[in-house]
């Protein structure tokens, strides 16, 4: 892919301070390792259980995966087709290097899985020389690894288990694993972290309720019981 640049400082520049006292060239010197080090990045979002973070600062892609390396986080390799629909909103501007590389006449991503399906490939795209992928809107782009572009960070979602009110609880969502009285001596937070999808469950005492395919009936005695406890996993980006 081909793209113009025009010289520009974004909005991050304003987020510095710079201390009286200093000389131009120490000024000079702070400028710069702000914007080497990408410090100006957005906030982190989330899709699902996953945290994304977009840079502010162009670099080339061996720089890049060394930055999100730096923020606890990878250089973004991209699931699926539905995270790459998801994604779609958050990378509306401007372009972005994520981990796939060319290797030999195929591109992959980082963890070795092959990149991409034809679909997701801009009209015309990869071209000759392209060895790097960018993403933009609705597809992606080949690249040059060696220019400077912005990246796209991720890493796994932190999470806690909180405890809520069954009046508070989500219950045509809830997951549950109903596994055995002391779940095989496993918590039920751990046993729910065995099973995909599951970010609710229901307890007594130790003992992992199922409630998902059970009768209303059911239900309704189980928020009758005084000592049930009803847990949800709350996901959050640092």
Known sequence: MRISFHLNIDSCSKRMVIITKTTTMERIGCFLLLITTGLCSKEWY???????????????QITAVKLCQERGAILHSIKNDAEFKALAPFVSEPYYFVSAKKNLSVFKWSDGRNCCP????????????????????????????????????????????TLVKWENYNWPDLCGVGIMP?????????????????????????????????????????????????????????
């Open 182 to 238: 002391n779940a095989d001596g496993r918590s039920c937070e751990e046993v729910c972290d065995s099973h995909p999808g599951c970010d609710q469950f229901a307890k007594i005492s130790n003992l992992c309720i199922n409630i998902r395919n059970d009768a209303p009936i059911d239900k309704c005695i189980v928020r009758m019981r005084p000592n049930v406890e009803f847990y949800e996993r709350i996901f959050g980006c640092e």
């Open 118 to 161: 034809p679909s997701w490939w801009s009209s015309g795209e990869p071209q000759e020389g392209d060895n790097c992928v960018l993403i933009y809107q609705n597809y992606i782009y080949g690249y040059s690894c060696a220019k400077p572009m912005y990246f796209l960070c991720s890493k796994t979602a932190d999470y806690k288990w």
């Open 46 to 60: 989330r899709i699902n259980s996953t945290c994304f973070q977009t840079s502010q600062t162009k670099v080339d």
